[in-house]
């Protein structure tokens, strides 16, 4: 073969620049020609390259110096930007975006993030909103620079925008709508330019979902792709959070036939874990621990333990208080102290009732009847059960739970309660997911629920 | 203002300590000199972006940068398969006219297809010279129509070594 094809025609192939009859042409010598093959291989980069010595030049040690100033001053005035948003009613947040002089910032959408975050704990339903707000602003800046002839939108930013709903999604019991921003996500992610900290969030969302899927396997690939990331860059609270799933993952899928393990995942856990980071993420660590060491009949040692998280600020807030006190219900009981597990619990239905979260309240709700029909307090159970009962309706606890809740009560009216049907309804609640609700069958035909 | 500005007087100082490490991955990676600046430039970015929720920003600094790296070729590799997949679909397009060039390139790709494994042969046979489209090309390989893209990839990866000069071990 005399001709061979030209650099320029091998790299524009590389590029994908190759179209119609060209592509006919230089496909049918590069199939023949080996030397036009071993230069393709050159210019398209698949070749080995030399391995040079690198050093750092002073052009792009200013250059990062520079992109960090500006991402110093992006971030105070996204702040501010931000600051003025939050104080405007959600209703008006997105319509003052959009109506605003400047173009927000992808730092804005940043810290929309970041905010979101930090209040999920409290209200996950306005986490959701700002992660939502965070995904207009995305579009609406890529709309405007569509309108200036500048094609670019942030797909990292997408990545994470996706990942955060997705999240917020599964914690507010939506597993249908966090699969398909999950797969939003997925999509951003693979065409994003590889942002370390939106792939390890990913991770860990995707096995998050997977876990509230019961898919206990792919929830465990996920968190062992997040917990290497976590690892290779030194994260170990970040490595510590994945210890803490994983043993959650374990806890979930064998219930108390491997607690050595998961107690000493818990340990490991709390070894990783910074207090001073995410303290609400450390209590939620040891009360886990404090409820599996009493779980393995440590009772003692889950005791010495939960001094220990009592006093922490974190556990001073009211959901996560309410939920040290139900633990602690949990061992009282165990070491035979019934009386001060009932007040425990009464407070905690209440606690829980008041913070607006009815599933676990009616959960805690039964572990109290349970306590008091396994005493043959029965008229108690009958008056505990009537008078929840319009609490739960006033409060609008979910159409499914009210059903199952009142063939609970209905059962204690009629004198037809009977112990495995407590079991079994205790079972359903801690089950319980509000957007993929079943109806309750009992399986021991003790009751039925009524029409 | 993050803690970044109050904990390191320049973002240099900390890539110079880094830079063993740095070496070491383009190295083990072999970046082309070319594209390494932009790496360190970007795994930089990444770094300053996160600085508050970072533990140890030389480790987080030297994983980021191992991470992107390992896309790069990743990413790399997918835009040449593509490039070749589109220029194959336009050299052996069924509805042009044909010419005895279309001709030469079927009967060649045919034999480099003859040297990659059954399998891929099949697919890359199908697509090319069939025009199947991805539901037959589901069908054929036995997966799900999700899967062929991958599939189709991998296969792309043995045609790119064929092309490449590498006639034998392909």
Known sequence: ?451 | VPAFAATHSSVGSLLRDCLPQVRSIFRRFRIPPGDRDDLVQEAALALVRNYDSIENPGAWFVGCLKHKCLHYWRSRRRRLYESIDTGLLEAVAPHSPDSPERHLVRVELRAALGRIDKRCRIMLEMRYLMDCRTAELADAAGCQPTSVGKLTSRCLGALTKVLNGDRRSA
């Open chain 1, 1 to 451: 073969m005399t001709f061979h094809l030209s650099d320029e025609q091998l790299t524009r192939l590389a590029q994908g620049q190759i179209r119609g009859q060209e592509a006919t042409d230089v496909f049918s010598h590069l199939l023949a020609c080996e030397a036009c093959g071993r230069q393709f291989e050159m210019l398209s980069g698949t070749r080995d390259n030399p391995s040079d010595a690198y050093e750092l030049h002073d052009g792009l040690l200013q250059r990062v110096d520079q992109l960090r100033q500006q991402a110093i001053k992006a971030s105070a005035d996204a702040r501010a930007v931000v600051e003025d948003l939050l104080s405007q009613p959600p209703s008006r947040r997105q319509t003052v975006l959009r109506n605003s002089e400047h173009l927000p910032s992808a730092e804005v959408v940043r810290q929309l993030l970041l905010q979101a975050r930090e209040l999920v704990f409290d209200d996950p339903a306005e986490s959701l909103s700002l992660a939502s707000l965070a995904l207009e602003t995305v579009h609406s800046i890529a709309d405007r620079q569509a309108r200036r002839g500048e094609d670019t939108v942030d797909v990292d930013l997408l990545a994470a925008c996706w990942t955060d709903l997705a999240n917020y999604r599964r914690i507010l019991s939506d597993l249908a709508g966090a699969r398909e921003a999950l797969r939003q996500a997925s999509a951003h992610v693979e065409a994003g330019t590889t942002d370390l900290s939106t792939e390890m969030h990913y991770f860990e969302v995707l096995s998050g979902i997977h876990w509230a899927s019961r898919d206990f396997a792919a929830a465990r690939r996920a968190n062992a792709r997040f917990m290497r990331m976590a690892r290779d860059t030194g994260e170990n609270h970040q490595l510590g959070r994945g210890v803490m799933f994983r043993a959650t993952i374990e806890a979930s899928e064998h219930g108390d036939a491997k607690l050595p393990e998961v107690i000493e995942m818990g340990r490991r856990a709390l070894e990783l874990l910074d207090p001073t980071r995410e303290p609400r993420v450390y209590a939620a660590a040891l009360n886990n621990l404090v409820t599996t060491l009493a779980s393995d009949g440590r009772t003692s040692e889950a005791k010495t333990l939960l001094e220990r998280v009592k006093p922490l600020p974190a556990t001073q807030q009211r959901a996560i208080k309410f939920r040290v006190l139900w633990t602690e219900s949990r061992l009282v009981q165990r070491e035979g102290d019934l009386a001060a597990a009932d007040t425990m619990l009464e407070q905690v239905v209440e606690g829980l009732s008041d913070v607006g979260q009815l599933i676990p309240a009616a959960q805690a709700l039964l572990e109290l009847a349970t306590l008091r029909f396994e005493a043959r307090r029965f008229t108690e159970v009958r008056e505990l059960a009537a008078r929840t009962l319009p609490v739960f309706q006033s409060q609008g606890i979910h159409r499914e739970a009210l059903a199952a809740y009142t063939l609970f009560v209905r059962a204690a009216e009629a004198e037809t309660l009977t112990r495995a049907l407590l079991t079994e309804l205790q079972t359903y609640f801690g089950q319980f997911r509000p957007r993929d609700a079943r109806p309750f069958r009992s399986q021991t035909g003790d009751a039925t629920i009524p029409s």
